[in-house]
């Protein structure tokens, strides 16, 4: 059973810091690329961040590379988001999602992974 859980969300002001962690069931976890994606209403949903559990390789976009940093805990079969000096466009819905090479209703492709679970998000609000 695919499982992804988010908590760590919050209202911060700009400048502030936050860290989200997924849990993840550990059949999803192990050996996969699992990433951070957020998204405001009426635009469409954007990666973070990603890492490979396997090998640690991580993965940032543009717009958070420096301010966020992304790593697990193969123990727990969590991954976290540390998010610093935020902005009030980081304010967001933030969803924890984990590469699958099976089609799904819901796919995601970014740095040349394809998401297709997906957690049920936590909110993010920077004043």
């Known amino acids: 059973h695919v499982q992804l859980v988010e908590s760590g969300g919050g209202s911060v002001q700009a400048g502030g810091s936050l860290r989200l962690s997924c849990a993840a069931s550990?059949?999803?976890?192990?050996?996969?690329?699992l990433g951070w994606f957020r998204q405001v209403p009426g635009k469409e949903r954007e990666g973070v961040a990603a890492?490979?559990?396997?090998?640690?390789?991580?993965y940032y976009d543009a717009s958070v590379k420096g301010r966020f940093v992304i790593s697990q805990d193969n123990a727990i079969s969590t991954i976290y988001l540390q998010m610093n000096n935020l902005k009030p466009e980081d304010g967001a819905m933030y969803y924890c999602?984990?590469?699958?090479?099976?089609?799904?209703?819901?796919?995601?492709?970014?740095?040349?992974?394809?998401?297709?679970?997906w957690g049920q998000g936590t909110q993010v609000t920077v004043s």
């Open positions: 999602a984990a590469h699958s090479p099976v089609p799904g209703p819901d796919v995601t492709r970014k740095w040349g992974w394809s998401f297709a679970s």
């Open positions: 550990h059949d999803i976890y192990s050996g996969n690329t």
């Open positions: 890492i490979y559990t396997g090998s640690g390789a991580k």
